[in-house]
């Protein structure tokens, strides 16, 4: 029994990827960069601004019925569990999660563990004993089917984004025939706790990349997300948009 409580740790570390949202590969590209693309200029002035780009990207996660998405994280703490990768589906309504997390556990690798939510209850499978509930708020963590909120979940992440500077447009995609544009900029401590409450860091660095037609397509970020660990970087990469999926809580 004493696996039970390490596993329910990462388990629910690994929410804020489901992240942490955030974050399509099933989007087409145009030769443009997103910052010609005349549909995101809001204010009509000509420009389109990276500001108006991140907002764009955050309509899109906002107004999608899911995503399927991934996180990874090539840092190893020396010390301490933590998470290694998740990947799964987050649907907006009903608000639901379905997917899998790995990472270490009382210092050992642990992969390929169940997590499902769904109704507003959080399910982790633990090895050997099955699945259980867990309270995510006695982990500082997010409840993963939540993410997809346009007010409290990771899309505010993107819009929240200080000191926006737009890089140099690169082709990416499946096929590397999209353009995507890459911008940097500074998140608030504050904001990245709204997500995930005991986040130490007073700042995060964050790089988007985002496809021709204004879809988020991966998100880099680096900070203290765990206390007493140094920043690690996450990278979270959203595959599809407008995903439906069925999720049901475990039998």
Not at 72 to 84: F, I, Q, R, W
Request: proline share 7%.
């Amino acid at each position: 029994m004493t696996l039970v409580l390490p596993v329910r740790r990462l388990a629910a570390a690994a929410l804020v990827g489901g992240l942490a949202v955030v974050s399509v590969a099933g989007c087409s590209g145009g030769e443009d960069p997103v910052t010609e693309n005349k549909d995101l200029d809001d204010d009509g002035d000509g420009e389109v601004t990276p500001e108006e780009v991140l907002a764009g990207a955050k309509s899109k996660l906002d107004e999608t019925s899911g995503v399927e998405v991934s996180l990874s994280t090539d840092d190893e703490p020396d010390d301490g569990d933590y998470l290694a990768s998740a990947e799964g589906v987050l649907i907006a309504d009903p608000a639901s999660f379905e997917g899998e997390v790995a990472g270490r556990v009382m210092g050992v690798e642990a992969a390929d563990i169940p997590v499902i939510s769904v109704d507003g209850d959080l399910y982790v499978e633990i090895p050997v004993l099955g699945w259980d509930t867990i309270d995510p708020g006695e982990f500082c963590a997010p409840d993963p089917g939540q993410l997809l909120d346009p007010e409290t979940g990771v899309s505010p992440i993107l819009t929240a984004t200080t000191d926006l500077e737009e890089g140099d447009s690169e082709l990416g995609g499946d096929d590397n025939s999209e353009t995507i544009t890459p911008f940097t900029g500074t998140v608030p401590g504050d904001t990245i706790r709204n997500i995930l409450p005991c986040a130490e860091g007073d700042d995060f660095e964050a790089t988007y990349r985002i496809d021709a037609d204004g879809f988020l397509t991966e998100a880099e970020i680096t900070g203290e997300f765990f206390p007493g660990m140094d920043a690690i970087t996450y990278v979270i990469e959203v595959h599809d948009y407008d995903v439906e999926q069925e999720i049901s809580a475990p039998e």
